[in-house]
């Protein structure tokens, strides 16, 4: 079985910032894609930030360019978005997701992404 568990998240005034945390942990193989999703009260999940297997590699959806930044501790297990810069429209659930396995790139899909955490709530007022 494999959890994965977000935290961080808060209420924070625009311009201000916050640094999201996933453990990931169970059964999930050694080399893993994870990324950042967020859903906004009735709208869609959408991708917000990602990283390849390897780490090597990151992809930004365009709103969160220049402000956000995936990374991931692979001795703790971990995966980070630093959020700064807030803006209003950042408010949503944020989701942490993992897809195990040695794929080229960075994953953009929900479908493509086998493990989910709860969710961590970002409120950004004005």
């Known amino acids: 079985q494999v959890q994965l568990v977000e935290s961080g998240g808060g209420l924070v005034q625009a311009g201000g910032s916050l640094r999201l945390s996933c453990a990931v942990s169970?059964?999930?193989?050694?080399?893993?894609?994870a990324a950042w999703f967020r859903q906004a009260p009735g709208k869609e999940r959408e991708f917000v930030a990602g990283l390849s297997w390897s780490g090597g590699h990151t992809e930004y959806a365009d709103s969160a360019k220049g402000r956000f930044t995936i990374s991931r501790d692979n001795a703790m297990n971990t995966v980070y978005l630093q959020m700064s810069s807030l803006r209003e429209e950042d408010t949503a659930l944020y989701y942490c997701?993992?897809?195990?396995?040695?794929?080229?790139?960075?994953?953009?899909?929900?479908?493509?992404?086998?493990?989910w955490g709860q969710g961590t709530q970002v409120t950004v007022s004005s």
């Open positions: 169970g059964r999930i193989v050694t080399y893993y894609g």
């Open positions: 997701a993992a897809a195990p396995g040695i794929v080229p790139g960075v994953l953009r899909a929900v479908r493509q992404y086998q493990y």
